[in-house]
């Protein structure tokens, strides 16, 4: 059984930083895409950033310059290190392999203050 465990979220002051973890556990890690996502209140799930097997990356407009997806492969974890981080950045990040019609962590809330 697929399991994804999200951790690194917190309270963090405008302009800050945090990294986002995600284990992936029950499957062959290397060979999906995984990426991150993230919701706000009121507001549907966003893509934030994705990198393929091969180590493409895209990244939402919002967060380019700022966010950074890697992968290591060898501990079954995918990251979002998150620098300058504005208020609307505020939202659950979830952690995905495969899709939207795939696998899904259960979510790490991330807030910034102003």
């Known amino acids: 059984q697929v399991q994804l465990v999200e951790s690194g979220g917190g309270l963090v002051q405008a302009g800050g930083s945090l990294r986002l973890s995600c284990a992936a556990s029950?499957?062959?890690?290397?060979?999906?895409?995984m990426g991150w996502y993230r919701q706000a209140p009121g507001k549907q799930r966003d893509s934030v950033a994705y990198?393929?097997?091969?180590?493409?990356?895209k990244y939402a407009d919002s967060v380019k310059g700022r966010f950074t997806i890697s992968r290591d492969n060898a501990k079954n974890t995918v990251y979002l290190e998150m620098n300058t981080l504005k208020p609307e950045d505020t939202a659950v990040y979830y952690c995905?392999?495969?899709?939207?019609?795939?696998?899904w962590g259960q979510g790490t809330q991330v807030t910034v203050s102003s």
């Open positions: 995905n392999m495969g899709g939207p019609t795939r696998y």
């Open positions: 990198i393929t097997s091969v180590e493409n990356t």
């Open positions: 029950g499957t062959r890690f290397s060979i999906y895409t």
